[in-house]
Each structure stands twice: as structure tokens, then as C-alpha cells.
């Protein structure tokens, strides 16, 4: 059974930093980019950052560049989302999908294969 779990949400304030996991299991994400996503309420779903399946590719969004770090675990076949100097406006769902050809420019992205449920952060003032 193919699944994708994101975990390591939660209620933090303004500044501080969460790290958020995402784990597969059924597959490996040898073959696979994965994609962090979020949604606040209200709003489009927005691409916020991929690492290539090699690990060796990352993209981030303009809104999280230089405060958010993707990284992954091949051992433990999870990708994390390291986001510090959190902001009101990241106040959102978050979900990870994974994609052979997965890509996301500007926000926008195609190509994924397989979604997690999402988990929620909250950055209070």
C-alpha cells in the first residue's frame, strides 16, 4: 500500500522554526522528486519547495527562499522541511507529494503521483 506521511506540525510563534517530515512507505523515493505544499484558508494550494530525486536539486518558492531548507533520509526514506523564522503568513495546511516528473515553478507544479495528508502549522503574532 502506497502512502506518504507528513508529520511535525504544529502552533509556534512568530521567529521560531518546526520541521516538518515526510515519510513514504510501499516505495521509495529513489525514483521520485518530492514536493512540499501548503494552503491557507482561503487560498490556492502553493509549491513551496522540491528536492530532485537525487537529492542534489532543490527549488524553493520566493516566500519561504533563505528561510526554509528541504532535505532527505534516503535511509529512512523521508524528505524534511526545516523552516525557521516563521511568519503569520505561513499559517497553512501542509502536505508533501511525490512524482517521477513532479516540478514546480513559481508556485505552480505538475507531475504528482502521490499525496500525504497534510498537517497543520499555525504562527501565531
Known amino acids: 500500500d502506497v502512502q506518504l506521511q507528513a508529520s511535525g506540525g504544529g502552533l509556534v510563534q512568530a521567529g521560531g522554526s518546526l520541521r516538518l517530515s515526510c515519510a513514504a512507505s510501499g516505495f521509495t523515493f529513489d525514483d521520485y522528486n518530492v514536493g512540499w505544499f501548503r494552503q491557507a484558508h482561503g487560498k490556492e494550494r502553493e509549491g513551496i519547495s522540491l528536492i530532485t530525486s537525487s537529492g542534489h536539486g532543490t527549488y524553493y518558492s520566493d516566500s519561504v527562499k533563505g528561510r526554509f531548507a528541504i532535505s532527505s533520509d534516503d535511509a529512512k526514506n523521508t524528505v524534511y522541511l526545516q523552516m525557521n523564522s516563521l511568519k503569520p503568513e505561513d499559517t497553512a495546511v501542509y502536505y508533501c507529494?511525490?512524482?517521477?516528473?513532479?516540478?514546480?515553478?513559481?508556485?505552480?507544479?505538475?507531475?504528482?503521483?502521490?499525496w500525504g495528508k497534510g498537517t497543520q502549522v499555525t504562527v501565531s503574532s
Open positions: 507529494a511525490a512524482g517521477r516528473r513532479l516540478w514546480i515553478v513559481a508556485g505552480v507544479a505538475d507531475g504528482m503521483e502521490y
